[in-house]
C-alpha cells in the first residue's frame, strides 16, 4: 500500500490510469464481455502490486503454479476460461503469466540479474525461441490457432528453468520447493483416492473385470519415484535418512503401479539401472535390497486389499513383451508411420505446432480421422519443430546429463537433500526420455512444469554444492515452511 500511495503523486501514475481506462473504453467498444473482463483483471494486478516485481511475491506465484498444476484436477483448471482464438486463457496460464510478469519486474528492478552458471540455459533459451518460430510456421501452413496455442502452453512451462537458476539462490529455497513438491505428491494422490472411491476411475482394456486406472495425476509418479529412490540410495552413509523418505517412496510406487501404464514400468526399470551404474557398491546393495523390499510390499498389499488389481498389474507387466498381437501397440505403429510421412515431407523446419495427421485405423474398423495428439513425444518434436527442435531439445539434455561433473567428491560430506536432487535429477531425466516413447512427458503442461522446476533445482542445487569448503555445514533437514522464501 505504501507504494501504492507513492505512486499517487507521481505524474506517471495518473497518466498510467488514463491510458487504462481509454483501453477499456477501446475494448467495450468491441466486446463489453471482455471489457468487464479487464477491468477486473486490472484490479487483481492492483491487489497483487504489493507482491509483483519482489522476490518473495515472484516466489509465491511460482509455488502457486506448481500447487495448481499438480494438484488442481485438470476438469477444474480447464473448466472456465477467456475465449481467444478458438480456445482459452485458463488458470493456469494466469497464473504463469503473473509468474513472468513479476519475474520481468524483478530484474528490471534490480536492474541486473544474477544467474547461476548452467550449460543448460543457452540450449533452453534457444529451444523456447525455436517454439516461437514453429508457432508461427503452424500458422502459416494455416493449422488450427487453437492447437497452436495448446502446444505453446506446453512448451512455455520451460520458463521455469530460467526462474529458478535466477532467483532460487539459497538451500532454504531448495529445501522449500521439495517441501511443496512432497506435499504436491500426498495431495495428488490423496485427491485420486477419493475419485476412485467415487468409482470415476478410466476404464481401460486388458485388465481385470471392474478395475480401472488410478483418477490421480499418474505422470508424476515416474518422476517422484525416481527422486525418492535417489534420495534413498543417494544419502551419505553415518547420516540418519528421515523416516518419511520411505513413506513417500511407498506412495510413489503404489501410484505407479495402480497407474496400469506399461510405459512408466519399464522408464523406470531404465532408470534404476542408470542409478545402479552411477552408484557406489554400497549404494548399489541399499538399491536393490531396499528397491526390493518396498516393491514386495506395495504388490503384498495389493494382492491382500485387491486382488483384481493385483492380478491386472500382473496381465500388464507379462504383456510387456507381447507386441505383436496387441492392438494398443499397433495402434501407436500406425499412428507413427503417418508422422514420419509428414516429417519426411518437411524435416529441418518441421510443419509448425498445430499440426495434424490422417490417423488410418480401418483395420480395426475405425474410419479415418484427423488427430493433433502423438504418443511418441520425439516424433511431435520432429513433426512440428523439425531437426532444428529436436537438435535444440537433444542439446538441451545432454547438456543437462553432463553438468554434475566433478561433484562426486561432493556428494560424502555435502548437504544430502542437494545431494540427492543432483543425483536424482538425472535418474529422473533418464526414465522420462525412455517414458516419452510412448507417453509425452516433455510438451505437456503439468510434466514440463515439473521437469524445468527440478531441472533448475538441480543445477542450483550443483553450483551450491561447488561453492561449499571443505568440512562446512550442511543442513541435514529441510526448514519448516516459515523459513522457506
Known amino acids: 500500500m505504501n507504494r501504492l500511495q507513492a505512486l499517487k503523486g507521481d505524474r506517471?501514475?495518473?497518466?498510467?490510469?488514463?491510458?487504462?481506462?481509454?483501453?477499456?473504453?477501446?475494448?467495450?467498444?468491441?466486446?463489453?464481455?471482455?471489457?468487464v473482463l479487464m477491468v477486473l483483471a486490472i484490479g487483481v494486478v492492483t491487489?497483487?502490486?504489493?507482491?509483483?516485481?519482489?522476490?518473495?511475491?515472484?516466489?509465491?506465484?511460482?509455488?502457486?503454479?506448481?500447487?495448481?498444476?499438480?494438484?488442481?484436477?485438470?476438469?477444474?483448471?480447464?473448466?472456465?476460461?477467456?475465449?481467444?482464438?478458438?480456445?482459452?486463457?485458463?488458470i493456469i496460464d494466469i497464473l504463469l503469466a503473473l509468474l513472468v510478469f513479476s519475474w520481468v519486474l524483478q530484474i528490471l528492478g534490480e536492474r541486473g540479474v544474477t544467474i547461476v552458471r548452467s550449460p543448460v540455459t543457452l540450449p533452453l533459451t534457444l529451444f523456447l525461441v525455436w517454439t516461437v518460430a514453429a508457432a508461427l510456421i503452424g500458422q502459416q501452413h494455416g493449422n488450427d490457432l487453437k492447437v497452436i496455442l495448446q502446444d505453446v502452453r506446453g512448451i512455455a512451462y520451460y520458463v521455469l528453468f530460467l526462474w529458478v537458476v535466477t532467483s532460487v539462490m539459497s538451500r532454504r529455497q531448495i529445501h522449500s520447493l521439495l517441501r511443496v513438491l512432497a506435499w504436491c505428491l500426498v495431495a495428488g494422490f490423496l485427491i485420486g483416492v477419493y475419485f476412485a472411491l467415487k468409482g470415476q476411475g478410466q476404464q481401460i482394456a486388458f485388465v481385470e473385470a471392474g478395475v480401472s486406472r488410478f483418477p490421480a495425476p499418474n505422470e508424476v509418479f515416474p518422476v517422484s519415484?525416481?527422486?525418492?529412490?535417489?534420495?534413498?540410495?543417494?544419502?551419505?552413509?553415518?547420516?540418519?535418512?528421515?523416516?518419511?523418505?520411505?513413506?513417500?517412496?511407498v506412495l510413489s510406487v503404489l501410484g505407479i503401479l495402480l497407474a496400469l501404464v506399461r510405459g512408466y514400468w519399464i522408464g523406470l526399470a531404465v532408470g534404476m539401472l542408470f542409478l545402479l551404474l552411477v552408484s557406489r557398491v554400497q549404494q548399489r546393495i541399499a538399491l536393490v535390497l531396499g528397491g526390493g523390499v518396498v516393491l514386495a510390499a506395495v504388490?503384498?498389499?495389493l494382492a491382500v486389499v485387491s486382488p483384481a488389481m493385483f492380478d491386472s498389474v500382473v496381465t500388464?507387466?507379462?504383456?510387456?513383451?507381447?507386441?505383436?498381437?496387441?492392438?494398443?501397440?499397433?495402434?501407436?505403429?500406425?499412428?507413427?508411420r503417418a508422422v514420419e510421412r509428414q516429417i519426411a515431407e518437411r524435416p529441418m523446419l518441421g510443419n509448425g505446432l498445430g499440426t495434424s495427421y490422417v490417423?488410418?485405423?480401418?483395420?480395426?474398423?475405425?474410419?479415418?480421422?484427423?488427430k493433433v495428439y502423438i504418443h511418441n513425444n520425439y516424433l511431435w518434436f520432429a513433426q512440428r519443430m523439425g531437426l532444428i527442435g529436436v537438435g535444440l531439445f537433444v542439446w538441451m539434455i545432454v547438456a543437462f546429463m553432463v553438468s554434475w561433473r566433478g561433484l562426486r567428491a561432493r556428494f560424502d560430506d555435502g548437504d544430502p537433500w542437494?545431494?540427492?536432487?543432483?543425483?536424482?535429477?538425472?535418474?529422473?531425466?533418464?526414465t522420462i526420455l525412455v517414458v516419452s516413447i510412448s507417453s509425452p512427458m516433455f510438451n505437456s503442461k503439468?510434466?514440463?512444469?515439473?521437469?524445468?522446476?527440478?531441472?533448475?533445482?538441480?543445477?542450483?542445487?550443483?553450483?551450491?554444492?561447488?561453492?561449499?569448503?571443505?568440512?562446512?555445514?550442511?543442513?541435514?533437514?529441510?526448514?519448516?515452511?516459515?523459513?522457506?522464501?
Open 299 to 301: 504388490i503384498a498389499a
Open 12 to 35: 506517471g501514475f495518473w497518466l498510467a490510469v488514463a491510458v487504462f481506462q481509454l483501453l477499456v473504453l477501446a475494448v467495450a467498444l468491441r466486446s463489453p464481455l471482455l471489457a
Open 316 to 336: 500388464r507387466t507379462v504383456a510387456v513383451g507381447a507386441y505383436a498381437n496387441d492392438p494398443s501397440v499397433q495402434y501407436r505403429l500406425i499412428e507413427n
Open 446 to 485: 503439468g510434466e514440463v512444469a515439473v521437469i524445468a522446476l527440478i531441472m533448475g533445482m538441480a543445477e542450483v542445487a550443483g553450483s551450491l554444492l561447488r561453492e561449499d569448503d571443505e568440512g562446512g555445514v550442511s543442513e541435514e533437514a529441510p526448514p519448516s515452511s516459515s523459513d522457506s522464501a
Open 359 to 370: 490417423f488410418d485405423f480401418s483395420r480395426y474398423g475405425v474410419a479415418p480421422f484427423a
Open 47 to 90: 491487489l497483487l502490486a504489493p507482491l509483483l516485481g519482489t522476490r518473495r511475491g515472484t516466489y509465491r506465484f511460482a509455488v502457486l503454479l506448481i500447487v495448481t498444476v499438480l494438484v488442481l484436477p485438470g476438469d477444474l483448471a480447464l473448466r472456465y476460461r477467456i475465449p481467444l482464438g478458438g480456445g482459452g486463457i485458463f
Open 418 to 430: 542437494l545431494v540427492g536432487l543432483v543425483v536424482g535429477s538425472r535418474v529422473m531425466i533418464v
Open 225 to 249: 519415484t525416481a527422486l525418492l529412490a535417489s534420495y534413498v540410495v543417494a544419502w551419505p552413509s553415518g547420516r540418519r535418512r528421515p523416516w518419511y523418505l520411505w513413506a513417500l517412496l
